[in-house]
Antibody, heavy 121, light 110 residues
């Protein structure tokens, strides 16, 4: 069945970087874009960016531009989200979610279970 | 990109209907028919409930319906059930080729 399996929880110090992975199975990886969404404790969902898994093109939210890098390894059917210069406000659950890579498709139909990232000194 | 505006909470009794609004701008909600709605239980990942303003994915109850007028989209839950108690988020594609989520609404079944 279609699954997005994310890497485990991380604890990082302020100023460090974190890299979260999202392994896809049950479908052809390069036919769906991968989006990253985060949710701070008790807060709303926040869109971070996405990658076209076919050609590697990316688009980021202005809020995270310069701090976030989304990549993919097509041979491993895995997408990655790296966030740098971490601060306490980056403590959140980070989700990956897919969107079909065809014109007119703009909804996230499958989500990973989330990866908790805690930033603490 | 500012978050789409949703009421913080909506409540209703079992069997009643409730509606959650999602207000944006002409650059997102009003400019495209690409509004989607997600249900989220505490500690769980979001689940797609409505896409393209009015469409329901396979397996989602027909008690859930969506609509849009101008810059405001709405999610209606009819025949409210205890299992509908959750957080709901709207999302829209934007003119910047990005996505934006709403502020979220907590639905309480009285």
């Amino acid at each position: 069945q279609v699954q997005l399996v994310q890497s485990g929880a991380e604890v990082k110090k302020p100023g460090a970087s974190v890299k979260v992975s999202c392994k896809a199975s049950g479908y052809t990886f390069t036919t769906y874009a991968m989006h990253w969404v985060r949710q701070a404790p008790g807060q709303r969902l926040e869109w971070m960016g996405w990658i076209n898994t076919g050609n590697g093109n990316t688009k980021y939210s202005q809020k995270f531009q310069g701090r976030v890098t989304i990549t993919r390894d097509t041979s491993a059917s895995t997408a990655y989200m790296e966030l740098s210069s971490l601060r306490s406000e980056d403590t959140a659950v980070y989700y990956c979610a897919r969107i079909w890579l065809r014109s007119g498709y703009y909804y996230m139909d499958v989500w990973g279970k989330g990866t908790t990232v805690t930033v603490s000194s | 990109q500012s978050a789409l505006t949703q009421p913080a909470s909506v409540s209703g009794s079992p069997g009643q209907s409730i509606t959650i609004s999602c207000t944006g701008t002409s650059s997102d909600v009003g400019g495209y028919n690409y509004v989607s709605w997600y249900q989220q239980y505490p500690g769980r990942a979001p689940k797609l409930m409505i896409y393209d303003v009015t469409k329901r994915p396979s397996g989602v109850s027909n008690r859930f319906s969506g609509s849009k007028s101008g810059n405001t989209a709405s999610l209606t839950i009819s025949g409210l059930q205890a299992e509908d108690e959750a957080d709901y988020y709207c999302s829209s594609y934007t003119s910047s080729s990005t996505f934006v989520f709403g502020t979220g609404t907590k639905v309480t079944v009285l």
